[in-house]
């Protein structure tokens, strides 16, 4: 007996410190929020320089973290912008663009999106014991074969849950007619179908077995009235509104169409769910906005409250809503565990207006806007972190970074194993983030219209020069405008761009809004630095391994029998969330 107490009490002494030891590996992993604003342009928020959208939320999050100022999308389209966040690489490696104008997924009936041996930032984190979730906008893909295959879902990439849009907003999507009548037709549409059908296969099979005396064209006639109706009833809803303006919650859709101006409080409920159901930790959401993408559907609260009508309106509801999932981190006990990083996927996109009216972001200083491919309007976004005690609050930095740095920072903050065996084009920001690095890791940026590389960035390790030298711009229309406003997106090829031969060239580090070329006459290095980056440009087109494009022509085209369907083809239609009402701020 007197033996057996010492040991009991070593024992307790061992168990006691395993438990702090882990509890302590468990402190060093944050929970990790990471949201992206739809077409925001970075000249939209205080922290940036505007004065006349309110956007305090944002603000507050700029000064109590990390402002970077030339922070770079990999591509200036909402999908392969949003591939390149998800897997730190740019989206020509995993064929995630396009080789004609359409570059983005065409609709949920188009079978490409992101190739499923793609790696993401939430299947890293998962590996190490993360709950994971995505709550908002996809725009990867849905279905290959069938409209229920679901295999471009986010649970095939690493998410353990999804509540969101599938697509993306269109203007079919708001403002959205009533439908109360049409969910009512369309259910009793398909009982009507229902009774014709057995109808006419128990004449049929009463027929054959001469049970009954019905002439053939009866029962033919009430085939074809079934075929004809589902016919036509498909062939009304040829609107993108029935189709892709739809709400899925994990695999089932709960939504078709949406009521688009309440599904923006939805969401933010539903990731204050997900907050509060793993505020033990560790957690990963991606919180991927539907504002400010044009139609801009905004609550009754918010319309008419800003400065800059539908747009400015639509802005401070999102900044309303950021407020409001940064106060549950806040309220659930998370704030100095939690790792919050925002953005937005590209540049405003400027050809969005109703008449003369703008209804797209502004990017400040910046040349250019949303499908620029070159043009830093068209790329450079807000990049906002936030990490009590981990991240000095108030820093500005003013290095190149990437949304494709998110993937390697994510890795390194949880402890994961950055895949080896491709190429990650991200970089670990916590160095630069922290102080113990000045200087970025991104000598090379390369920036792609589709497959086509327009421009190339230069930061030399030696220097604080920030070179960009542009092989491709878009041509504006009209010539004098500073966007295309006939063609709605600006072209990557053909008559609708110039070619450059000796190239543009801009020092960024004295004139970041790319209005006065150099050339030899004027710069002294202008030589060097484009046979600097010509040889950059050969090296990384090395890197380069030819893959299905995901985007081409050959993939990116509508199929009805992809299409996701909310009861039985083709009366698709349902509100799963009828009983939400109001905005339930």
Known sequence: MMLRSPLVGLCCVWLLLNACRSQRAGDDKPNIVLIMVDDLGIGDLGCYGNDTIRTPNIDRLAGEGVRLTQHISAASMCTPSRTAF????????????????????????????????????????????????????????????????????????????????????????WPDPSRDMELALGSRMWLCVQLVAVAALTLTLGKLSRWVCVPWSVILFMTLFVFLLGYFWYSSYTSGLYWDCILMREHEVTEQPMKAERAGPIMLREAVSFLERHREGPFLLYFSFLHVHSPLPTTKDFLGTSRHRLYGDNVEEMDFMVGKLLDAIDDFGLRNHTLVYLTSDHGGHLEARQGHLQQGGWNGIYKGGKGMGGWEGGIRVPGLLRWPGKLPAGKVIEEPTSLMDVLPTVAAVTGAALPQDRVIDGRNLMPLLQGAARHSEHEFLFHYCGVYLHAVRWHPRDSQAVWKVHYVTPVFQPLDAQACYETTYCECSGELVAYHDPPLLFDLSGDPSESTPLTGDTEPLYDSVITVVAGAVREHLKTIVPVELQLGPEVNWDRAWLKPCCGVFPFCMCDKEGNTSGTGW
């Open 86 to 173: 998800l897997t730190g690489r740019y989206p020509i490696r995993s064929g995630m663009v396009s080789n004609t104008s359409l570059r983005v997924l065409k609709s949920l009936g188009a079978p490409g999106g992101i190739p499923v041996n793609e790696t993401t930032f939430a299947a890293l984190a998962k590996k190490q014991s993360y709950s994971t979730a995505i709550i908002g906008k996809w725009h990867q893909g849905l279905n290959c074969q069938s409209r229920s295959d679901h295999c471009h879902h986010p649970y095939n990439y690493g998410f353990d849950y999804f509540y969101g849009m599938p697509y993306s907003l269109s203007e079919e999507c």
